[in-house]
């Protein structure tokens, strides 16, 4: 009964209540958006791995006394993301990413879909589009948020969030044009 | 239909999944690029798809067990944060309570008796200034913030003319006095009053 109350919270409430203490507020905030923010940082970073350590590390920056989230500029959901936006981009800039994602039969999370060809160009090429339009595919298409969600997540106009589609499709699909004009499809 | 309204559409019916509607489709047989464009979007959604249902994982159990344990441990932590400053506020507040308790019980000490800061000083010739005490002579100075007590009193005249204060003797009678007491109460100064000088307490 009084889970479905918390479940009735917003996030931002549920992060007031985490702040005076109440462990329970922690934990439905953790399993509301847990998953959907691991499932994010595996698609931006390509790795099963680094996306258990961007999300403990986020939640953990959460934790902390000086978490610096403030409701007035935005929500608690873009918070989260721009904090794992820019751990997987310094994972990124460490090699740290890339280095994980090398073993990739067993700890990427495209570990049994390796020997599609087609998808791990897709992923690749995904992960060499600029942020901004990686964002609005991977917001988008990977995740099936609303344009307006995205929009809230990314911190910019619905328009903006469309355009950056258009174009991050574009591009990817000029990436994958050989592939598809050799042959090789899906199994 | 143009090139670029097409584009917008397809993009949309291809990622919704949903048929061109008639006037795109029309576009579509008759602009061989605009039908590529589609080809590749409808090729691009599949893909997502098999990614999108490839990542099917979530945060360990492990890492959520892990995380539960920080947030009591930063809270504990807090918990005892809050304890020592509010115990460091008190041991302050306690410092702050027993300076002004020293100061009020000084401060009244000295503004009564003014000698007392410089009852070492308090000579006989000094007696003009500093509350007009003269000092009892080969008494002890008074040690620096010895507390001091003013009793008033009466005293004789012949005896106080015998420590070398100025006052007439003639006619034997006692006058009104404040005797500086030490904390040893022994007498270190004593001032003359007028007469009426009952009558004047402060």
Redesign the interface.
Known sequence: MQRDGRMELSDEELYRR?RT?D?MA??EL?DRR??PL??YV??ISGS?SA??EV??EV??RL???DSSFDDRRGSLEAYLYGIARNLVRVMRRHQMVEASAEPVAEDN??G??IR?E??AA??AALRELPDVYRDA?IL???E?RSYEDAARLMACPVGTVRSR??RA??L??AR??PL?MSGVT?R | MTCRES??EL?ECA?TGEDPDAELQAHLMSCSRCKE?WE??R??????R???D??T????MA??E???R???R??TG??HVFWRWALNAAAILLVVLALVYDWRHHGSAGSVAKPQKNSVGLQAEDSGDEGGFVSVPYALPLAPGEFVRIVRTELDREALAGMGIDIETADGAEVPADVLLGEDDLPRGVRVLPDNGFSNLE
Do not use: W
């Open positions: 985490m203490g462990r922690f934990a953790y847990g998953t691991h499932r595996q698609h099963h996306a258990e999300t403990h939640f953990l934790i902390k006394q999370i495209l049994d879909l599609n087609r998808t897709l992923h595919v988008c298409d990977l099936e589609l258009h499709r574009l990817l699909a994958l044009k598809a899906a | 584009t917008v993009v990622r464009r590749d979007e090729r691009l959604t599949t893909q997502f098999i990614m999108r490839a990542v994982g979530q945060p360990s890492g959520r892990e995380l539960m920080e947030f009591e930063a809270h807090g918990f």
